[in-house]
């Protein structure tokens, strides 16, 4: 069973910087497709960014394009979430997630094992 561990959230001013990472264990990391979601009060699930086993191949939601930059350490069984130029908007809880197989995907039913999240406020 794979288990992922978010941190890095916490609370920040609009335009600040937060780095979210999230560690694997239980399963062959450096073989899985990872992807960020986020979910806010009241909102469904929200993809934010994936990045196939390789790190060849990322994708963005078009909301974070040129602001966020996802990467990974597989020596490290880690994923990274870089988010720069934060806005209220942020605010949610982030999730991240594994895929057993495949390519990149930006869709929550693609993806098998997911983190408890950790949540980011952004203030305005």
């Known amino acids: 069973q794979v288990q992922l561990v978010e941190s890095g959230g916490g609370l920040v001013q609009a335009g600040g910087s937060l780095r979210l990472s999230c560690t694997a264990s239980?399963?062959?990391?450096?073989?899985?497709?990872m992807g960020w979601f986020r979910q806010a009060p009241g909102k469904e699930r929200e993809f934010v960014a994936t990045?196939?086993?390789?790190?060849?191949?990322?994708d963005y939601a078009d909301s974070v394009k040129g602001r966020f930059t996802i990467s990974r350490v597989n020596a490290e069984n880690t994923v990274y979430l870089q988010m720069n130029s934060l806005k209220p908007e942020d605010t949610a809880v982030y999730y991240c997630?594994?895929?057993?197989?495949?390519?990149?995907?930006?869709?929550?039913?693609?993806?098998?094992?997911w983190g408890q999240g950790t949540q980011v406020t952004v203030s305005s």
């Open positions: 997630a594994a895929q057993r197989g495949g390519l990149i995907a930006t869709t929550s039913h693609d993806y098998d094992y």
């Open positions: 239980g399963g062959t990391f450096s073989a899985y497709p």
């Open positions: 990045i196939s086993w390789n790190s060849e191949r990322t």
